[in-house]
């Protein structure tokens, strides 16, 4: 069965980490869609690079998705957190079972929800407290943290492992493992 995937883009959102994610999921055949939540037909990122969706949020069927994920970036993080849409149904989703994954600043949308309570987690360095305040664990060692149907991330230069990590959750560590090769990706 396809695995189905959902990037969400904000005005202000870290163009590295959502095109990251949404290039190499496709690679691995994951079908992925770059939706708006402002129901815009292009979003425009913190730097300034603007981004075609592929849908608006209002036509989304969120129940064929097996993740949800939000890229960081300010004010892009913000604005999907005031999202009702959107926050409604990462936690419908959660609940369901699905993955939800978050990198940089947007770990912090699922530590507000109440998400991360009691859960190893990792945000973009100088937002720990965001975690903490919410009863999360904050893991400061990786720059991928999966636990249970969560994975999080810390910025722009753990895109690609982040992105790696969400197709070992939905498909297999040996096709995350194979991708990575093809794409020559090296830890540092």
Request: negative net charge.
């Amino acid at each position: 069965m396809k695995k189905r995937a959902a990037v969400f883009f904000a005005t202000g959102f870290e163009e590295v980490e959502a095109l990251t994610v949404v290039d190499l999921l496709r690679r691995a055949g994951i079908e992925t869609v770059c939706v708006s939540v402002g129901n815009e037909e292009h979003v425009t990122g913190s730097h300034d690079i603007t981004v075609k969706m592929d849908i608006k949020l209002d036509r989304l069927d969120f129940r064929l998705l097996d993740v949800l994920v939000c890229p960081g970036g300010m004010p892009g993080t913000k604005n999907l957190e005031a999202c009702e849409w959107l926050i409604k149904n990462i936690r419908a989703s959660y609940e369901n079972g699905k993955y939800i994954a978050a990198i940089c600043a947007a770990p912090s949308i699922f530590a507000h929800m109440g998400l991360l309570q009691g859960r190893k987690a990792c945000i973009y360095p100088g937002m720990e407290d965001e975690l903490y305040k919410n009863g999360a664990s904050v893991y400061q060692d990786g720059n991928v943290v999966k636990s249970g149907t969560i994975i999080t991330s810390r910025g722009v230069g753990t895109a690609i492992p982040f992105a790696l990590e969400i197709v070992a959750a939905l498909l297999d560590r040996e096709t995350a493992d194979g991708l990575a090769r093809s794409i020559v990706y090296t830890e540092a």
